[in-house]
């Protein structure tokens, strides 16, 4: 028995039939191709599987793919130009660390779309909350977080400085 669907995917309205059973992440690996995103543990809790639907960073391996009848769905794939020009965010992660073996990095980048679609210049809690759910097993967290602050326009650095001339001392 299968369901027909129909939803906006990376902009481009896609109409498949579905099993029932099929998760978002299933549908989207297996059926479409988008590989990048990633099966990490398969229950919600590492965030490599992480895509954006309707604006919300959802986890595709606990997301019925029949859930995605008439929404807006962004995969990494969807970040970068057509001409394959990265997206900000993306060069952000390449120019400041972001990335060491990648497999963690498609579900960080989506969290952190979503939250900068939400909130275009986060303060560091409001990163760390936003990538909460999200796994790395490689980078120590640190040069994500800077990838996402340094993608607003505003560096670590720049926060010290500004700090400095503000307090008139240096830290």
């Known amino acids: 028995m299968f369901n027909e669907i129909e939803f906006t995917c990376n902009g481009n309205l896609t109409r498949v039939k579905i099993e029932p059973h099929w998760t978002l992440l299933h549908l989207l690996r297996e059926g479409l191709g988008f590989t990048g995103t990633k099966e990490g543990c398969g229950s919600g809790e590492c965030g490599a599987c992480t895509?954006?639907?309707?604006?919300?960073?959802?986890?595709?391996?606990?997301?019925?793919?029949?859930?995605?009848?008439?929404?807006?769905?962004?995969?990494?794939e969807g970040l970068a130009d057509a001409d394959g020009t990265l997206h900000p965010l993306q060069?952000?992660?390449?120019?400041?660390?972001?990335?060491?073996?990648?497999?963690?990095?498609?579900g960080m980048l989506m969290s952190a779309k979503a939250l900068l679609d939400d909130t275009p210049a986060p303060d560091e809690t409001q990163i760390?909350?936003?990538?909460?759910?999200?796994?790395?097993?490689?980078?120590?967290?640190?040069?994500?977080?800077?990838?996402?602050?340094?993608?607003?326009?505003?560096?670590?650095?720049d926060i010290r400085v500004v700090a400095w001339k503000d307090n008139d001392e240096r830290r």
């Open 128 to 157: 760390k909350e936003a990538l909460a759910g999200n796994i790395c097993r490689c980078t120590g967290y640190v040069q994500i977080f800077d990838s996402v602050k340094a993608a607003t326009g505003e560096s670590r650095e």
């Open 51 to 76: 895509v954006i639907v309707d604006g919300l960073a959802v986890n595709a391996c606990i997301y019925l793919a029949v859930e995605a009848d008439g929404k807006d769905i962004t995969t990494v």
């Open 91 to 106: 060069q952000s992660f390449v120019d400041n660390g972001g990335i060491q073996c990648g497999f963690c990095t498609p």
